[in-house]
Nanobody, 116 residues
Framework: QVQLVESGGGLVQPGESLRLSCAAS????????MAWYRRAPGNQRELVAAITRYGITNYADSVKGRFTISRGNAKNTVSLQMNSLKSEDTAVYYC??????????WGQGTQVTVSS
């Protein structure tokens, strides 16, 4: 079992930056991909960015060039640097981790609000 704890959400103005972090604990030796998803009001949850244990990244088209996902050296932490934030980035952001067997774990979510 893997537990995920997110931090770093908050309220920012358009154009500003925010950094989200997620730390995994528990059975982490088999962690493979870690990712960030988000759910805006009235929308389905969508993938924002993902990174494998080998550092291969994948981004939603809407965040390419603005967001950067990275993983800690110990491979049990993942961060999302969000720059040039827009109002449409407002959502609850969830950390996700999948192990090599395909089992997934989710964090509790952290609110990001972009508003002037």
């Amino acid at each position: 079992q893997v537990q995920l704890v997110e931090s770093g959400g908050g309220l920012v103005q358009p154009g500003e930056s925010l950094r989200l972090s997620c730390a995994a604990s528990g059975v982490i030796f088999s962690l493979n991909t870690m990712a960030w998803y988000r759910r805006a009001p009235g929308n389905q949850r969508e993938l924002v960015a993902a990174i494998t244990r080998y550092g291969i990244t994948n981004y939603a088209d809407s965040v390419k060039g603005r967001f950067t996902i990275s993983r800690g050296n110990a491979k049990n932490t993942v961060s999302l640097q969000m720059n040039s934030l827009k109002s449409e980035d407002t959502a609850v952001y969830y950390c996700n981790a999948a192990d090599v067997y395909g089992r997934e774990s989710w964090g509790q979510g952290t609110q990001v609000t972009v508003s002037s």
